[in-house]
DNA sequence: GTCTAAGTGAAAATCAGTTTCAATAAGACA
DNA sequence: TGTCTTATTGAAACTGATTTTCACTTAGAC
């Protein structure tokens, strides 16, 4: 998600650019996947050394509700962010072992989501991560 | 799960079988799906009514360890629980106007895991939740 | 029965995330 | 460009979920 788009998005929303919010956004893009607010602020300090991490959680709250960045839970007690994809998503393989995180692009969602349709009830979204062992971990173990 | 595989289960892992524990899993699978710890406390308490809530996280890591229990993230800031099923498992749906949770034992996330391996990746476990409005919330809205 | 380590409860601590409030600064408009 | 309104910010205090500490209890091995 390039600077000027996102700009729009948040001015569209009633919402001010700030020095801040470009820092956190480019932080987002600088990190990847599934990134928690304590290494969101210190990559976004390196642009705004000032920024709080209230802001930055502020700022993360008010990215998804514009649909911007995303949360992730992988189940480690801390909420996970990244930048949203236009149009696309992706999937987190976790390695039990060294707990790096791969992706997929490849989802088998999208059928079962028109069953559950049958039966009433409208998917709007869905969130799918999948644990286990990576090829270096499963190797070299 | 009943009390006996449970008991062996925990035996088996060096874990004693106490009344505590006995009530947090009758709690459990009274409750049925994605209970919170206050939810187990509350209702565990009727079987035993000087259980602390400690006890009850405590069991609830316990059971998890031995496979007794699982975790179910919604994404409401809680950890919840929920019995496991033997051989089976099934996904969430959860609706975003009345909260209310639905279940699919339908899962097509199992392909998936053999593209996966097939990149090096062993996928042992996988969370799917799916979220949207339930029938009862689409109709009349 | 005795013994020992696992388990328990209460209180205190931790940790992620939120709220409060006074100061700052986007950006609409003159 | 300057003025004004209001969203945003940072620091400190707070919250709510979960964990740790520690003295006491008890399951279950012998
Ligand atoms: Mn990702
Ligand atoms: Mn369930
Ligand atoms: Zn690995
Ligand atoms: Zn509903």
């Given at each position: 998600?390039?600077?000027?788009?996102?700009?729009?998005?948040?001015?569209?929303?009633?919402?001010?650019?700030?020095?801040?919010?470009?820092?956190?956004?480019?932080?987002?893009?600088?990190?990847?996947?599934?990134?928690?607010?304590?290494?969101?602020?210190?990559?976004?300090?390196?642009?705004?050394?000032?920024?709080?991490?209230?802001?930055?959680?502020?700022?993360?709250?008010?990215?998804?509700?514009?649909?911007?960045?995303?949360?992730?839970?992988?189940?480690d007690g801390r909420t996970r962010y990244e930048a949203t994809e236009q149009g696309?998503?992706?999937?987190?393989?976790?390695?039990?072992?060294?707990?790096?995180?791969?992706?997929?692009?490849?989802?088998?969602?999208?059928?079962?989501?028109?069953?559950?349709?049958?039966?009433?009830?409208?998917?709007?979204?869905?969130?799918?991560?999948?644990?286990?062992?990576?090829?270096?971990?499963?190797?070299?173990?």
């Open positions: 998600m390039d600077l000027d788009r996102a700009a729009g998005r948040l001015r569209a929303g009633g919402r001010r650019v700030t020095a801040q919010r470009r820092a956190v956004l480019r932080a987002l893009t600088e990190l990847g996947c599934a990134a928690d607010a304590e290494e969101i602020h210190g990559r976004a300090r390196r642009m705004h050394p000032r920024i709080g991490l209230v802001t930055v959680y502020r700022t993360l709250e008010a990215f998804t509700a514009e649909g911007l960045a995303q949360s992730v839970f992988l189940g696309r998503h992706h999937h987190h393989l976790v390695c039990l072992h060294c707990g790096r995180i791969a992706t997929t692009d490849e989802c088998t969602v999208q059928p079962l989501e028109g069953t559950i349709l049958r039966r009433g009830f409208e998917v709007t979204a869905h969130r799918l991560e999948l644990f286990g062992y990576c090829a270096r971990c499963r190797t070299r173990r």
